[in-house]
């Protein structure tokens, strides 16, 4: 999520991102004002179990991010308040065409086994991602560099011609190249999104041992991760980079139970949490419990219930409208949220550039055309609704699904997972029975990251599976745009046309309301719903 972002012109040179950013982190934090500071202290943070091994080119999920962004420096980085990026670990970003672009690295920065950050690293690590047999989640990400398709055919049965994209081109030990398959306005952002992370040698000498010890190159280290427990960080006193941690060791706590650990915020036993239990936001009892250790910003990310077209009898545009405006959005945002959220009505997080109000003609509560449009629709049975019931995400749900019943007078349940790490793994492998819950936080503040990720035809995150040429050959054309304004333009009627699809429900956007425990001085909440690390201020005991 990000309030702004610029996008640069056809003969434009980019020499720095960060003219005017050097700083990462602040705005967004709550501050006590009072106390001792103590840099050597220990911080504990809410966490959800991650979907697979810290592995950036395989993480795309709020637990594992927890863990891999203070682990791993990208090239670029963001504001944690308002998402303005700066160059991380880039020494320089240049183009003239915004299609072939120079990148010159930071000398000196290390890995925290000791190794330096070269070029290398990143050619490397955006390969791997890349190549087809290696699985990676994120291999979408770099599909506009050229030569992709040679290590990812599109035929999933095929097998790449070689492991090495053509567009990236060592120069030295300390600058390369990256070639575009057409201009890309937003991939000077789009390599801060932790698949763009370098990866040491060690990782390709043995990957195995990677996953159970990763070696990142940013403010904080892997110490230990205990399944369904915790991940342990420490702070890495070698770290050049600017957004610097103000204590010493990090404890990200797994909880089934977000009721649990909001009591352990109250007691002291946890320190930060970047939302609240439905049982805190009841009647606003968190403005009494927390007082000045309240934390709010600015989100950049959407709410939806993802309709998967490949569950019987979901494949069905009546059905789809018929759900949608079935949700009383207005009055469960209200009600069982306390407005800590606010009623979605299209698919780009307000906040971004080119996000329109009503785009999604479908997402305002009408029980008359929901029951025409269910009657239309034929359907038969009954409609679930499945999610990770933790974090606070069951009460939005399953009100929803109450909604949904007493507007069409068809059966709806929540179908609940273990936890999110069986969540993801469920809607990852197409497993779902039926609907699923689907929210989505910016990676980089661009429009194109809330659309081609979760709507271009085989994405890495379109997980209803959902396909239109139309919607991809704008996309495309959007993306080979140099012009701002006119990619801008393109994006927002694939959203038009996503709109009129249904794929997901759009239901509501989160205002961004964390907590703080009383051990901390200061804490602020980053753009994507995560810990502003760089903000956080430990108080002496």
Not at 124 to 139: I, S
Not at 400 to 413: F, H, M, P, Q
């Amino acid at each position: 999520m990000r309030p702004s972002r610029r996008l640069w012109g056809p003969t434009v040179v980019m020499t720095s991102l960060a003219l005017a950013l050097t700083a990462c982190g602040g705005g967004s934090g709550s501050s006590t004002g009072a106390g001792e500071t103590d840099p050597d202290g220990t911080v504990s943070v809410y966490g959800t179990e991650p979907q697979n091994a810290l592995v950036p080119t395989n993480i795309n999920d709020l637990g594992g991010t927890k863990a891999l962004q203070p682990m791993f420096s990208t090239l670029v980085g963001f504001n944690g308040a308002d998402a303005k990026p700066f160059n991380l670990m880039a020494d320089s970003i240049t183009t003239t065409d915004s299609k072939v672009f120079d990148i010159k690295i930071k000398q000196g920065w290390k890995f925290h086994d000791g190794t330096e950050v070269k070029a290398h690293n990143f050619i490397d690590a955006w390969n791997y991602g890349a190549y087809a047999p290696n699985g990676q989640l994120n291999t979408d990400f770099y599909a506009n560099i050229q030569g992709y398709r040679d290590v990812h055919p599109e035929d999933e049965n095929a097998k790449p011609a070689t492991d090495k994209m053509s567009g990236l081109v060592q120069k030295n030990d300390y600058e390369f190249q990256v070639t575009l398959n057409a201009p890309f306005s937003v991939f000077d952002i789009k390599i801060g999104y932790q698949a763009f992370a370098p990866l040491p040698d060690s990782f390709f000498k043995d990957p195995k041992a990677f996953e159970q010890h990763p070696i990142g190159n940013g403010p904080l280290k892997f110490v230990s991760r205990t399944p369904n427990q915790d991940i342990k960080l420490t702070r890495n006193d070698d770290y050049k980079g600017d957004d610097k941690v103000k204590f010493k060791n990090l404890d990200i706590k797994i909880y089934a139970s977000q009721e649990t650990a909001y009591q352990d915020l109250l007691s002291g036993r946890l320190d930060f949490m970047e939302a609240l239990p439905p049982s805190a936001v009841s009647g606003g009892k968190y403005k009494n419990e927390l007082g000045d250790r309240l934390v709010t910003g600015h989100l950049l990310g959407i709410s939806t219930i993802n309709i998967p077209y490949y569950v019987p009898g979901y494949n069905n545009l009546e059905l789809r409208k018929a759900i949608s405006m079935a949700i009383d959005r207005a009055q469960i945002t209200k009600t069982v949220m306390n407005d800590t959220y606010v009623p979605a009505d299209g698919y780009i997080s307000q906040g971004i550039p080119g996000a329109r109000p009503g785009v999604c003609q479908f997402c305002k509560f009408d029980p008359a055309a929901a029951k025409e449009a269910f009657a239309k629709s034929g359907f038969q049975g009954k409609l679930t609704i499945a999610s990770n019931a933790d974090g606070g995400r069951k009460e939005p749900l399953v009100a929803a699904c109450n909604s949904i019943k007493n507007t069409l007078g068809v059966e709806c349940d929540f179908v609940p997972a273990t936890d999110f790490g069986q969540w993801r793994s469920i809607v990852t492998g197409h497993k779902l029975t039926g609907m699923g819950r689907s929210d989505w936080s910016a990676d980089y503040p661009s429009i194109e990251n809330f659309l081609n990720p979760i709507f271009k035809t085989g994405a890495s995150s379109n997980d209803s599976t959902y396909s239109n040429p139309k919607v991809d050959a704008l996309l495309a054309q959007a993306d080979s745009t140099v012009d701002k304004d006119t990619a801008v333009k393109l994006y927002q009627q694939a959203e038009d046309l996503v709109a009129q699809d249904l794929p997901t429900i759009p239901v509501w956007d989160e205002k961004g309301t964390a907590a703080k425990s009383k051990n901390l001085k200061s804490a602020g909440l980053d753009f994507r719903r995560m810990p502003d690390y760089p903000t956080i201020e430990v108080l002496k005991k």
